[in-house]
């Protein structure tokens, strides 16, 4: 405290305010400055500019909190000069001037500006938390604003050779107050950044501190993580020689600024992603380049550590650094870069990475301070002071042109106005003159300036830093304030206000185009990492459509910099400006060093004298009369007589100042000195005080006198409370006496009452016990009757039974003896008896038989005539009914005829046609199709030629009333409705629409009293204003049930939770539970409850006003589709008048005359149809063929011609061109489409047996010439697809032409063997129209044929190159246009007009906005959310919006936006229909996914169509988060399965970037809401296999889905040679170079001298993979072509491990697996004809290899299969004489036998059968050659007879060895050379150091290209192999399908050349 006081008390050096030097000079200017600041007093008052002197050192206690405390409230000039006064004045002059205010901060470079402006935060943060803590608020936001600079410094300062924390971009910082004084915010705005800084530095300087910081301030384990070493290693900031400096603490800026960006609120994962940014700037700044077929990078490790940091693919940032890509007749071209260039790309990454970090981090920190409109703000302006280095560049230039604008508006503030004002006003004064620096900026901003010239040189492709400055000087040369250079150099110079600056033109362009390559952005925004693809998402590519229009306009640097400046010039002039002028004493940043001449320059440039002079003269303080009055009043006695405030102002100013000299009135305003002014406010303040406290003293004895009497009301209350209470006490206890006597004596009368009620209970008692015993004693009395009964009845049956049994008895003894008498008789007769027994049976079952028969067929008939009588009843009643109806048709009839013959009175002319009796059809207007208009849906035209939405007019017309209408049809009546024209659309609803929304929801009625009502009702609801009303129906007049005032509910709740689409409306008494059809009308009832609910009266009256809206109406209809509009004459209803319409009539009824013709004067100006554009209007306009491609095809209207408008907002269909009669219009919006124009030979007709040729323009046929007729191509009508050959043949100009004899194929079973067609004679005519009939045809012989529709289909053969040229004159080109609810082929007859239509529709649909669907709204407010970590405001927007919610019924429309239109692509093979319904199928399957028994197909199938219909990707992704989203149990089956499926689709789609970000919140949020159930383990595999999905080119296979359902990972088999195999675990996105490094580290082969890969295999073809590939995509592909039996010869498909490349096959030892693997790919090579041997060398190595594989030849001993060991393919290719199959022999190269192939499609598989079965063919031709072939190798395999295996091998890779070219890849290719150099066939060789050409089995090259020699190689279209070597004129070009193998084999050893060169090991 003693010491600030202390500098505050110490004696001032010279003087602290220079305008009151005595002596006026630049001398004694600068001697004052230097004798305070040889006194350490840096700060000096030029009146109240501030002149600030760096000292270069630390002033102790100059910036004390104590000091700061004594400035405050304090004026200038009370305390010596301090920044902080001037803070202090800002501070408080915002409500002295009601105003903004700003202070600039100007000076050199190292003059102390950033210091400074930090001073002046730090004292406005510190003002306002002093105000914060009076008012209780929070004062964090004035700790995010100081915590800005240490962000702000260490990512945009960086040290300088006059500047050790020099500021390398401006910024201009502003703060928001409130009118309490505290901060609520602020934002920063900065300007041109030195990006250029981040890749290169001058001697003695660094890059920015941010770098530094974080190599030596970071702590280890993120330095090893971002794997960064000493800062010496790193190009980037070692290249100036300066890493270190003793003043700059980096480890202290690291920690500062980690702590400031959590300030920040930046989370974890940001920061990490802000460091690891940098680190990959560091590491990009190492790679290097080489030349070898164009640049290639050089160190592959830094490139992975880069790459590894950006979240990129390396070998695709490899591909960007080193390659340029162009789009050329649709294919992507690339080409290679030479070193400079990629060196260039390489910075540009580096420099556009940080400068978009740069710009995001300041975003942040807006985000953090953002506020809302407050008082007034103060704005700091801290940029870059002026510059003039050894070499200065664009940055300079820009920094200077910005010094030149700061220092005019200090010239225009202190100098021009402020003298211009003392004129106006009349003062007394003489101008001052000043140094004005206007022509200095008219040189560099003006039109043809040195800022125009420089960008229209940017925009020349071909503009150069040369033509610029040709330009500059050819136009300026003459300037006064332009410098020539007298020296023919790149450099020009300019004369500003602090001296001559000279600039380096070298990289002007290129910096002020600011150029960032297509391939790098693409790169970049294939990041994972969100952060990184954040910094890019809004920077646009060059090469989309529309580019080269938009690179036109495209801003330049300086431009968007030009601009920016204005904006801040515009801000400064609407504030009152503080200057604070800062000055460098040295150039050395030493310490108590002053430099005259450096000062005085400084002053002299900067106008120091002239300020001095005008502050001095000047009145700097001006004030209006009734201004300075208003604020003086406290000072103004009471005895000023005067009421003129002029007067007023003099007559105070007079009593402090009666001379004059520091006040001077003008015409308007008082003129003041600022001493002067200062005395003023400091008596003001002392008055007003006094003032104060006396009005304190009054206001204190009035509260004081207040709180008295309140007391002594208090006290009478509590008084009166008292005596009540007593009262009250006494009356209770009275009460509680009487109470009790009561209830006694209540007792006593009811147990007296009681003893009389159980009396009477016993006696009834009594009488029922006497009662039932009487009955008991009744019912045993019968009982026993009844079992006296049974009794005698049993006893008659024994007795009767007695009987029976001594009859039988006795008749059993008569029979017995009988049959004793008769068992002779008897035996004899036996055989007799048993056949006439047999016959009485059969007879007795025919009886029974007939007896059914008869009982069925009586049944029958019964019901015969059952059903006679009904039917002959309803017949009966059906007659009654067809009479009625009859008669009510014909009553129907006669009204509409009666009211067709009154309109027929009153139509015009086109109408009357259009209804004459050759065209009315009554059935078309009034017969069936007529529909019933009060159906609850929108009306809707089914004519598909009515696409069309209401076209808002230029003159809107607006009617609306009752009308009574009827709409046709035979059951109809009239009904009242209310009907509204608005926007050319007639509306008509049930009633005046005063509801803000009506519908039918089902109402449950709540409450807490059991007796409420709890069934459900279906009820119809309207809300009208603030009052919800439901009814019974929706019908008029139908009984209101209730109403709900919404505004004195309690609450509205969405309670869909657990139930469908529900909400709940909580009132004072009940609650009502509100249930909708679906998600979408809930949340539109929710919406506009809430709404009404949270609304003003303004606001409901607002939303009031919306009426009729047409999703409320129960029809439409479009004026544009009505034919007329006329009065009828019916008796019932005297008003009428009919609407009518190509389709119906609408008969409608006023209610008086004057209505009536109201609605007619409203529709007959539209009821043409007529329309009249404007002419800025029409964009495009003509005739069209139009063809509906969404309805049934019918004969003869398929096809229409229209006349077609294009608008900026629709296509208008007219029917002819005078646009009398609309026939509709296809609406555009973002989501339309339009194909490209399609070629259609000829038009389609509707009968297939005839040809067509029409000649449109009648010109002549072909040439008569028969000799020269040309081969014609035909395409018949859709149903026959006949395509033919036709000669025409015309003798002479005159005659007819003739079609001569067709020679048709027969099917093969015709016995006719060579028919021809009868010559036909053809006419032409005015139509040129020749007909054919090919359905049938006579042939030789007389029979006629028919032809089957395949064989017409092949009738003739095309040749498309011999099309004449009168042909192309027939032919239609269509273009498609895909709008909502509609598609239309559109056909022109020209080419250029297709394309013309096809481009204006196309900019239409482009011009349009982006349709944003709400589920994509509530994303993006979920991803604001989760960005500011508004958990509340999340859960918030779950709460209010089921549409993000898991819902069980269907869903009617897709969650986001997708295009309209049919799929039209090879994909509608697959029965895909529109985006829109696969989609919605594709969620209707989710709902039922836990019922399936087995989910695989399906999931299979939704991973395929998302394979196929890329844009339902990101649709998939929402319908899964939608599903699994507020789920009940988290672990129920339906769920489980989603999550299952979310699984798979995260193991094989990436999202777009914003679903991307929303699916990873989606599953971490429900991770935190059900931590430890199934769901969260399936939701953890599903965001780490997001982590590292690639791009798939197949869904995964079975085994794939298994793995993932299971959440673990797959294996898979890798085969090798010999038959050896081994399992190797991957998941989804293992790469086949991850396999390879598994397998090489497996087999030790980490040192081997190869380099191996992984090929796809079956039996001879092979296909090597790419390292980048994934495995799983690979084995998908396996599946595919099991399931579809695709191999070669029926061998299975596999993955094989093999050599790639061969780099050195000398030094391999025999006795190492390499060796093993060379031998076998040896053999391979021999085996496949691809190596240069005589057919002895061949025998020799097939019997070696037979000695290797079964030891010493064996008796008997055969060889099955020569392929094995001998290749079978030079047999072949043998020439033989003898051929009995008959067929030619064939060069067999394309066989896949000959190699590998491009790709491995489905086309090339299919002809894998054919292939074997030519195989097969060919044994059987060459099966002596073969036969020969084997015994030759047998006999030399005998030879060998002793040889070991190990001894048969080293021999025959001796042998191998021996060719100079041995490793060498031999491509079998044909070479397209015009000079002839090479035979046609030729094998191309490509080893580890050159390309060769060979002869075919020649082992010596024709011509060898070592790859330095080699400028670029590749495939510039399909199949076509092109290779440019140094020193030859023409390029090499080869036809060859293995164009992938060639280009990826020769970039391998190129980069094993790389590698070497720079001794990188592998």
């Given at each position: 405290?003693?010491?600030?006081?202390?500098?505050?008390?110490?004696?001032?050096?010279?003087?602290?305010?220079?305008?009151?030097?005595?002596?006026?000079?630049?001398?004694?200017?600068?001697?004052?400055?230097?004798?305070?600041?040889?006194?350490?007093?840096?700060?000096?008052?030029?009146?109240?500019?501030?002149?600030?002197?760096?000292?270069?050192?630390?002033?102790?206690?100059?910036?004390?909190?104590?000091?700061?405390?004594?400035?405050?409230?304090?004026?200038?000039?009370?305390?010596?000069?301090?920044?902080?006064?001037?803070?202090?004045?800002?501070?408080?002059?915002?409500?002295?001037?009601?105003?903004?205010?700003?202070?600039?901060?100007?000076?050199?470079?190292g003059a102390g500006k950033t210091e400074s402006t930090k001073f002046i935060l730090n004292y406005l943060s510190k003002m306002s938390q002093a105000s914060a803590v009076e008012t209780g608020n929070d004062v964090s936001v004035e700790k995010c604003i100081l915590q800005s600079s240490p962000i702000l410094e260490a990512f945009g300062n960086a040290k300088t050779v006059y500047n050790n924390n020099s500021s390398r971009f401006g910024k201009f910082i502003q703060l928001a107050f409130s009118s309490r004084g505290v901060i609520e915010g602020g934002k920063v705005q900065d300007y041109l950044l030195e990006k250029n800084r981040v890749v290169g530095q001058n001697p003695g300087e660094r890059n920015y501190h941010i770098f530094y910081a974080l190599i030596l301030g970071a702590p280890d384990e993120m330095k090893q993580k971002l794997g960064l070493g000493a800062p010496e290693k790193y190009k980037y900031i070692n290249q100036s020689g300066c890493i270190k400096d003793p003043n700059i603490n980096d480890q202290q800026i690291?920690?500062?600024?980690?702590?400031?960006?959590?300030?920040?609120?930046?989370?974890?994962?940001?920061?990490?992603?802000?460091?690891?940014?940098?680190?990959?700037?560091?590491?990009?700044?190492?790679?290097?380049?080489?030349?070898?077929?164009?640049?290639?990078?050089?160190?592959?490790?830094?490139?992975?550590?880069?790459?590894?940091?950006?979240?990129?693919?390396?070998?695709?940032?490899?591909?960007?650094?080193?390659?340029?890509?162009?789009?050329?007749?649709?294919?992507?071209?690339?080409?290679?870069?030479?070193?400079?260039?990629?060196?260039?790309?390489?910075?540009?990454?580096?420099?556009?990475?940080?400068?978009?970090?740069?710009?995001?981090?300041?975003?942040?920190?807006?985000?953090?301070?953002?506020?809302?409109?407050?008082?007034?703000?103060?704005?700091?302006?801290?940029?870059?002071?002026?510059?003039?280095?050894?070499?200065?560049?664009?940055?300079?230039?820009?920094?200077?042109?910005?010094?030149?604008?700061?220092?005019?508006?200090?010239?225009?503030?202190?100098?021009?106005?402020?003298?211009?004002?003392?004129?106006?006003?009349?003062?007394?004064?003489?101008?001052?003159?000043?140094?004005?620096?206007?022509?200095?900026?008219?040189?560099?901003?003006?039109?043809?300036?040195?800022?125009?010239?420089?960008?229209?040189?940017?925009?020349?492709?071909?503009?150069?830093?040369?033509?610029?400055?040709?330009?500059?000087?050819?136009?300026?040369?003459?300037?006064?304030?332009?410098?020539?250079?007298?020296?023919?150099?790149?450099?020009?110079?300019?004369?500003?206000?602090?001296?001559?600056?000279?600039?380096?033109?070298?990289?002007?362009?290129?910096?002020?185009?600011?150029?960032?390559?297509?391939?790098?952005?693409?790169?970049?925004?294939?990041?994972?990492?969100?952060?990184?693809?954040?910094?890019?998402?809004?920077?646009?590519?060059?090469?989309?459509?529309?580019?080269?229009?938009?690179?036109?306009?495209?801003?330049?640097?300086?431009?968007?910099?030009?601009?920016?400046?204005?904006?801040?010039?515009?801000?400064?002039?609407?504030?009152?400006?503080?200057?604070?002028?800062?000055?460098?004493?040295?150039?050395?940043?030493?310490?108590?060093?002053?430099?005259?001449?450096?000062?005085?320059?400084?002053?002299?440039?900067?106008?120091?004298?002239?300020?001095?002079?005008?502050?001095?003269?000047?009145?700097?303080?001006?004030?209006?009369?009734?201004?300075?009055?208003?604020?003086?009043?406290?000072?103004?006695?009471?005895?000023?007589?005067?009421?003129?405030?002029?007067?007023?102002?003099?007559?105070?100013?007079?009593?402090?100042?009666?001379?004059?000299?520091?006040?001077?009135?003008?015409?308007?305003?008082?003129?003041?000195?600022?001493?002067?002014?200062?005395?003023?406010?400091?008596?003001?303040?002392?008055?007003?005080?006094?003032?104060?406290?006396?009005?304190?003293?009054?206001?204190?004895?009035?509260?004081?006198?207040?709180?008295?009497?309140?007391?002594?009301?208090?006290?009478?209350?509590?008084?009166?409370?008292?005596?009540?209470?007593?009262?009250?006490?006494?009356?209770?206890?009275?009460?509680?006496?009487?109470?009790?006597?009561?209830?006694?004596?209540?007792?006593?009368?009811?147990?007296?009452?009681?003893?009389?009620?159980?009396?009477?209970?016993?006696?009834?008692?009594?009488?029922?016990?006497?009662?039932?015993?009487?009955?008991?004693?009744?019912?045993?009395?019968?009982?026993?009757?009844?079992?006296?009964?049974?009794?005698?009845?049993?006893?008659?049956?024994?007795?009767?039974?007695?009987?029976?049994?001594?009859?039988?008895?006795?008749?059993?003894?008569?029979?017995?003896?009988?049959?004793?008498?008769?068992?002779?008789?008897?035996?004899?007769?036996?055989?007799?008896?048993?056949?006439?027994?047999?016959?009485?049976?059969?007879?007795?079952?025919?009886?029974?038989?007939?007896?059914?028969?008869?009982?069925?067929?009586?049944?029958?008939?019964?019901?015969?005539?059952?059903?006679?009588?009904?039917?002959?009843?309803?017949?009966?009643?059906?007659?009654?009914?067809?009479?009625?109806?009859?008669?009510?048709?014909?009553?129907?009839?006669?009204?509409?005829?009666?009211?067709?013959?009154?309109?027929?009175?009153?139509?015009?002319?086109?109408?009357?046609?259009?209804?004459?009796?050759?065209?009315?059809?009554?059935?078309?207007?009034?017969?069936?199709?007529?529909?019933?208009?009060?159906?609850?849906?929108?009306?809707?035209?089914?004519?598909?030629?009515?696409?069309?939405?209401?076209?808002?007019?230029?003159?809107?017309?607006?009617?609306?009333?009752?009308?009574?209408?009827?709409?046709?049809?035979?059951?109809?009546?009239?009904?009242?409705?209310?009907?509204?024209?608005?926007?050319?659309?007639?509306?008509?609803?049930?009633?005046?629409?005063?509801?803000?929304?009506?519908?039918?929801?089902?109402?449950?009625?709540?409450?807490?009293?059991?007796?409420?009502?709890?069934?459900?009702?279906?009820?119809?609801?309207?809300?009208?204003?603030?009052?919800?009303?439901?009814?019974?129906?929706?019908?008029?007049?139908?009984?209101?049930?209730?109403?709900?005032?919404?505004?004195?509910?309690?609450?509205?709740?969405?309670?869909?939770?657990?139930?469908?689409?529900?909400?709940?409306?909580?009132?004072?008494?009940?609650?009502?539970?509100?249930?909708?059809?679906?998600?979408?009308?809930?949340?539109?009832?929710?919406?506009?409850?809430?709404?009404?609910?949270?609304?003003?009266?303004?606001?409901?009256?607002?939303?009031?006003?919306?009426?009729?809206?047409?999703?409320?109406?129960?029809?439409?209809?479009?004026?544009?589709?009505?034919?007329?509009?006329?009065?009828?004459?019916?008796?019932?209803?005297?008003?009428?008048?009919?609407?009518?319409?190509?389709?119906?009539?609408?008969?409608?009824?006023?209610?008086?005359?004057?209505?009536?013709?109201?609605?007619?004067?409203?529709?007959?100006?539209?009821?043409?149809?007529?329309?009249?554009?404007?002419?800025?209007?029409?964009?495009?306009?003509?005739?069209?063929?139009?063809?509906?491609?969404?309805?049934?095809?019918?004969?003869?209207?398929t096809r229409k011609k229209r006349y077609f408008i294009l608008t900026s907002h629709s296509l208008d269909i007219y029917k002819s061109v005078d646009l009398q009669h609309k026939l509709g219009a296809i609406a555009l919006n973002r989501l339309c489409s339009v194909t490209v124009p399609d070629d259609k030979m000829f038009k389609e007709i509707d009968y297939p047996p005839e040809l067509v040729i029409m000649n449109g323009n009648r010109r002549s046929p072909p040439s008569g010439n028969p000799e020269s007729n040309r081969r014609s191509s035909f395409s018949f009508g859709r149903k026959s697809s006949i395509s033919g050959l036709a000669t025409l043949s015309r003798p002479r100009s005159n005659s007819r032409p003739y079609v001569r004899d067709y020679d048709l194929p027969l099917p093969t079973n015709s016995p006719v063997a060579s028919p021809t067609m009868r010559r036909r004679k053809l006419s032409w005519g005015k139509k040129s129209k020749i007909k054919m009939d090919l359905r049938t045809a006579m042939f030789q012989g007389?029979?006629?044929?028919?032809?089957?529709?395949?064989?017409?289909?092949?009738?003739?053969?095309?040749?498309?190159?011999?099309?004449?040229?009168?042909?192309?004159?027939?032919?239609?080109?269509?273009?498609?246009?895909?709008?909502?609810?509609?598609?239309?082929?559109?056909?022109?007859?020209?080419?250029?007009?297709?394309?013309?239509?096809?481009?204006?529709?196309?900019?239409?649909?482009?011009?349009?906005?982006?349709?944003?669907?709400?589920?994509?709204?509530?994303?993006?407010?979920?991803?604001?959310?989760?960005?500011?970590?508004?958990?509340?405001?999340?859960?918030?927007?779950?709460?209010?919006?089921?549409?993000?919610?898991?819902?069980?019924?269907?869903?009617?429309?897709?969650?986001?936006?997708?295009?309209?239109?049919?799929?039209?692509?090879?994909?509608?093979?697959?029965?895909?229909?529109?985006?829109?319904?696969?989609?919605?199928?594709?969620?209707?399957?989710?709902?039922?996914?836990?019922?399936?028994?087995?989910?695989?197909?399906?999931?299979?199938?939704?991973?395929?169509?998302?394979?196929?219909?890329?844009?339902?990707?990101?649709?998939?992704?929402?319908?899964?988060?939608?599903?699994?989203?507020?789920?009940?149990?988290?672990?129920?089956?339906?769920?489980?399965?989603?999550?299952?499926?979310?699984?798979?689709?995260?193991?094989?789609?990436?999202?777009?970037?914003?679903?991307?970000?929303?699916?990873?919140?989606?599953?971490?949020?429900?991770?935190?809401?059900?931590?430890?159930?199934?769901?969260?383990?399936?939701?953890?595999?599903?965001?780490?296999?997001?982590?590292?999905?690639?791009?798939?080119?197949?869904?995964?296979?079975?085994?794939?889905?298994?793995?993932?359902?299971?959440?673990?990972?797959?294996?898979?088999?890798?085969?090798?040679?010999?038959?050896?195999?081994?399992?190797?675990?991957?998941?989804?996105?293992?790469?086949?170079?991850?396999?390879?490094?598994?397998?090489?580290?497996?087999?030790?082969?980490?040192?081997?001298?190869?380099?191996?890969?992984?090929?796809?295999?079956?039996?001879?073809?092979?296909?090597?993979?790419?390292?980048?590939?994934?495995?799983?995509?690979?084995?998908?592909?396996?599946?595919?072509?099991?399931?579809?039996?695709?191999?070669?010869?029926?061998?299975?498909?596999?993955?094989?491990?093999?050599?790639?490349?061969?780099?050195?096959?000398?030094?391999?030892?025999?006795?190492?697996?390499?060796?093993?693997?060379?031998?076998?790919?040896?053999?391979?090579?021999?085996?496949r004809g691809k190596f240069p041997a005589t057919d002895e060398q061949l025998i020799h190595l097939s019997a070696l290899r037979m000695q290797f594989d079964k030891g010493d030849y064996v008796h008997g001993d055969w060889i099955n299969d020569l392929t094995e060991v001998y290749p079978v393919d030079r047999l072949k290719v043998k020439p033989k004489e003898d051929n009995d199959f008959g067929f030619q022999q064939r060069d067999r190269k394309d066989t896949f036998i000959s190699g590998t192939l491009r790709g491995i499609g489905e086309k090339t598989l299919k002809r894998l059968q054919k292939s074997a079965s030519d195989d097969n063919i060919l044994e059987s031709v060459y099966r002596d050659d073969v036969s020969a072939t084997i015994t030759a190798i047998i006999d030399k395999w005998r030879t060998l007879k002793g040889t070991s295996a190990e001894r048969a091998q080293n021999i025959y890779m001796s042998f191998m060895r021996s060719w100079k070219y041995f490793g060498s890849r031999l491509f079998e290719v044909e070479c397209?050379?015009?000079?002839?150099?090479?035979?046609?066939?030729?094998?191309?060789?490509?080893?580890?150091?050159?390309?060769?050409?060979?002869?075919?089995?020649?082992?010596?090259?024709?011509?060898?290209?070592?790859?330095?020699?080699?400028?670029?190689?590749?495939?510039?279209?399909?199949?076509?192999?092109?290779?440019?070597?140094?020193?030859?004129?023409?390029?090499?070009?080869?036809?060859?399908?293995?164009?992938?193998?060639?280009?990826?084999?020769?970039?391998?050893?190129?980069?094993?050349?790389?590698?070497?060169?720079?001794?990188?090991?592998?």
């Open positions: 405290m003693a010491e600030t006081v202390k500098i505050l008390q110490a004696p001032q050096a010279g003087l602290s305010d220079m305008a009151k030097l005595q002596d006026l000079n630049v001398e004694s200017i600068l001697e004052n400055i230097r004798q305070r600041f040889e006194a350490d007093q840096i700060y000096t008052y030029i009146g109240s500019i501030l002149a600030a002197v760096n000292p270069y050192k630390t002033i102790p206690n100059l910036y004390d909190f104590e000091v700061m405390e004594a400035y405050d409230k304090r004026h200038i000039g009370d305390l010596p000069p301090h920044i902080y006064a001037i803070a202090n004045d800002t501070y408080y002059s915002m409500w002295k001037q009601t105003a903004n205010q700003c202070v600039l901060i100007s000076g050199e470079s690291f920690s500062e600024v980690n702590e400031a960006l959590k300030d920040m609120k930046l989370n974890d994962e940001q920061v990490s992603d802000v460091f690891e940014l940098l680190g990959a700037i560091l590491h990009i700044g190492n790679l290097d380049f080489i030349t070898a077929g164009g640049a290639q990078v050089s160190s592959m490790s830094v490139l992975k550590q880069a790459a590894d940091l950006l979240s990129v693919d390396e070998y695709q940032l490899a591909n960007a650094l080193t390659e340029k890509t162009r789009l050329l007749r649709g294919e992507l071209i690339s080409t290679p870069l030479d070193e400079h260039q990629a060196r260039d790309s390489r910075d540009s990454l580096a420099m556009n990475l940080y400068a978009r970090c740069f710009h995001w981090i300041i975003s942040r920190i807006n985000v953090r301070i953002r506020t809302k409109p407050t008082f007034h703000s103060v704005g700091v302006l801290d940029i870059f002071g002026f510059e003039n280095f050894e070499v200065n560049r664009f940055e300079q230039f820009n920094i200077n042109f910005a010094n030149e604008k700061l220092q005019e508006y200090f010239n225009k503030h202190i100098f021009s106005l402020e003298q211009h004002e003392y004129n106006a006003e009349g003062l007394d004064w003489v101008d001052i003159d000043w140094q004005d620096n206007g022509e200095c900026l008219d040189l560099i901003v003006r039109k043809l300036g040195l800022l125009s010239l420089i960008d229209e040189e940017s925009r020349f492709p071909k503009g150069t830093d040369g033509t610029m400055l040709d330009k500059l000087h050819s136009n300026h040369a003459k300037n006064g304030f332009y410098i020539k250079p007298r020296v023919n150099n790149s450099k020009f110079g300019i004369k500003h206000y602090a001296g001559d600056v000279f600039y380096e033109t070298t990289g002007f362009l290129e910096k002020n185009r600011d150029t960032f390559r297509d391939e790098m952005l693409t790169t970049i925004k294939e990041s994972r990492s969100d952060f990184i693809y954040d910094l890019f998402e809004d920077m646009q590519e060059s090469s989309q459509p529309n580019a080269a229009k938009k690179n036109r306009k495209k801003p330049t640097v300086s431009s968007q910099f030009q601009e920016s400046l204005h904006s801040l010039m515009s801000t400064l002039s609407a504030c009152n400006p503080y200057f604070v002028r800062c000055i460098k004493p040295n150039s050395t940043k030493a310490p108590n060093a002053f430099e005259k001449t450096l000062t005085l320059n400084q002053l002299r440039y900067s106008g120091m004298l002239e300020t001095v002079k005008i502050r001095r003269a000047g009145f700097p303080v001006r004030r209006l009369f009734d201004d300075f009055v208003r604020r003086y009043r406290p000072l103004l006695g009471k005895d000023t007589q005067s009421s003129h405030s002029q007067h007023k102002c003099i007559s105070l100013l007079s009593s402090y100042e009666s001379t004059n000299q520091k006040w001077q009135i003008g015409r308007t305003k008082v003129f003041l000195k600022e001493d002067l002014e200062i005395k003023l406010e400091r008596d003001r303040a002392e008055r007003v005080e006094t003032l104060v406290t006396k009005a304190k003293a009054c206001f204190k004895g009035y509260l004081a006198r207040k709180a008295y009497k309140a007391t002594v009301a208090k006290i009478v209350f509590v008084q009166k409370y008292c005596r009540m209470y007593r009262q009250r006490r006494r009356f209770l206890n009275l009460k509680d006496a009487t109470i009790t006597l009561q209830r006694y004596e209540r007792g006593r009368k009811a147990r007296q009452l009681f003893h009389v009620m159980m009396e009477e209970r016993r006696l009834e008692e009594e009488r029922k016990r006497e009662e039932q015993r009487r009955r008991a004693e009744e019912e045993q009395r019968e009982l026993e009757r009844l079992k006296a009964e049974a009794k005698l009845r049993e006893l008659e049956e024994l007795q009767a039974k007695l009987e029976e049994e001594a009859r039988i008895k006795a008749e059993e003894e008569a029979a017995q003896k009988k049959r004793e008498e008769e068992e002779r008789q008897r035996v004899l007769q036996k055989a007799k008896a048993i056949e006439t027994a047999k016959r009485l049976e059969e007879e007795q079952a025919k009886i029974r038989a007939e007896e059914e028969r008869l009982k069925l067929e009586n049944e029958l008939r019964i019901r015969r005539e059952e059903e006679a009588l009904r039917l002959e009843k309803e017949e009966a009643e059906r007659l009654v009914e067809e009479k009625r109806l009859e008669e009510e048709v014909r009553r129907r009839e006669e009204e509409l005829a009666y009211a067709m013959q009154q309109v027929m009175t009153h139509f015009d002319d086109s109408i009357a046609q259009l209804n004459s009796p050759s065209d009315l059809n009554l059935d078309k207007y009034y017969g069936d199709m007529f529909e019933e208009a009060d159906q609850d849906s929108e009306y809707q035209d089914d004519d598909p030629d009515e696409d069309s939405v209401s076209r808002k007019s230029d003159d809107l017309q607006y009617w609306e009333g009752y009308l009574n209408m009827k709409c046709g049809g035979m059951v109809n009546t009239w009904k009242k409705r209310y009907c509204v024209l608005r926007d050319e659309t007639l509306m008509w609803f049930r009633a005046k629409q005063e509801a803000l929304k009506s519908g039918w929801l089902m109402k449950k009625g709540g409450g807490t009293s059991t007796l409420s009502r709890r069934n459900w009702r279906k009820r119809f609801f309207v809300l009208k204003g603030i009052e919800l009303a439901y009814y019974e129906s929706d019908s008029d007049g139908a009984p209101c049930k209730g109403i709900i005032n919404i505004k004195q509910t309690k609450d509205i709740l969405d309670s869909s939770f657990g139930r469908e689409s529900s909400l709940d409306i909580i009132t004072d008494k009940r609650t009502y539970h509100i249930v909708a059809d679906n998600a979408d009308d809930l949340s539109e009832w929710f919406s506009i409850l809430m709404r009404v609910k949270n609304a003003n009266e303004y606001e409901l009256k607002q939303m009031q006003d919306e009426d009729a809206n047409p999703k409320n109406a129960i029809g439409t209809l479009d004026v544009a589709v009505i034919d007329s509009v006329v009065p009828v004459h019916l008796q019932t209803k005297p008003n009428a008048f009919a609407i009518i319409t190509a389709e119906r009539v609408f008969n409608m009824s006023a209610d008086s005359p004057e209505d009536m013709n109201g609605w007619l004067k409203a529709l007959t100006q539209y009821h043409k149809g007529q329309r009249t554009y404007s002419k800025e209007e029409i964009l495009m306009s003509g005739w069209l063929t139009k063809e509906n491609t969404g309805t049934i095809s019918r004969p003869g209207i007389g029979r006629r044929h028919t032809w089957s529709s395949k064989m017409m289909r092949n009738l003739f053969r095309c040749y498309p190159r011999s099309k004449p040229s009168w042909l192309h004159d027939l032919r239609t080109w269509k273009f498609t246009i895909h709008s909502r609810r509609y598609s239309y082929n559109l056909f022109t007859p020209s080419n250029d007009e297709a394309w013309k239509w096809t481009y204006a529709i196309q900019e239409v649909i482009d011009s349009k906005p982006p349709i944003e669907t709400p589920s994509q709204i509530l994303i993006k407010e979920l991803r604001e959310a989760s960005l500011n970590g508004y958990n509340d405001e999340i859960d918030k927007i779950y709460k209010l919006n089921p549409i993000l919610r898991n819902v069980p019924y269907m869903l009617k429309s897709p969650l986001l936006p997708l295009p309209y239109g049919q799929i039209m692509s090879s994909n509608l093979d697959k029965g895909y229909t529109t985006l829109q319904d696969e989609a919605v199928k594709i969620f209707n399957v989710l709902q039922g996914s836990e019922q399936l028994p087995d989910p695989m197909p399906v999931i299979q199938g939704i991973l395929q169509t998302c394979q196929d219909l890329k844009p339902l990707q990101d649709e998939v992704y929402c319908q899964l988060v939608k599903q699994t989203t507020w789920v009940k149990d988290a672990d129920n089956l339906n769920n489980l399965r989603n999550w299952q499926i979310l699984c798979c689709m995260c193991c094989t789609f990436i999202p777009s970037r914003s679903i991307l970000r929303y699916v990873r919140f989606h599953i971490k949020r429900q991770v935190e809401l059900s931590p430890k159930t199934q769901m969260a383990a399936y939701a953890g595999y599903a965001l780490e296999a997001l982590k590292r999905t690639r791009t798939r080119e197949f869904v995964p296979s079975r085994d794939e889905i298994i793995a993932i359902l299971g959440r673990r990972d797959m294996n898979a088999t890798v085969f090798c040679h010999g038959g050896g195999s081994c399992q190797i675990s991957i998941n989804s996105s293992t790469t086949a170079g991850q396999v390879i490094h598994t397998l090489v580290k497996g087999m030790n082969l980490d040192s081997c001298y190869n380099r191996f890969s992984l090929y796809e295999k079956s039996g001879l073809v092979e296909k090597a993979i790419d390292d980048r590939s994934v495995v799983a995509d690979i084995l998908a592909k396996f599946e595919r072509f099991r399931a579809r039996g695709l191999s070669d010869r029926g061998k299975p498909w596999q993955l094989f491990f093999k050599l790639f490349c061969f780099l050195d096959t000398q030094s391999v030892k025999p006795d190492s697996i390499e060796y093993s693997f060379l031998f076998e790919q040896a053999h391979e090579e021999v085996i397209h050379d015009g000079r002839q150099t090479y035979p046609k066939n030729i094998w191309l060789s490509v080893n580890k150091s050159m390309v060769a050409v060979h002869k075919i089995n020649d082992p010596n090259p024709l011509d060898e290209f070592p790859y330095e020699k080699i400028l670029s190689f590749g495939a510039p279209i399909p199949n076509e192999y092109k290779i440019i070597v140094e020193g030859r004129r023409s390029e090499l070009t080869f036809d060859t399908t293995e164009v992938f193998e060639i280009a990826k084999l020769m970039k391998a050893y190129i980069n094993e050349i790389v590698k070497k060169r720079n001794m990188i090991p592998a």
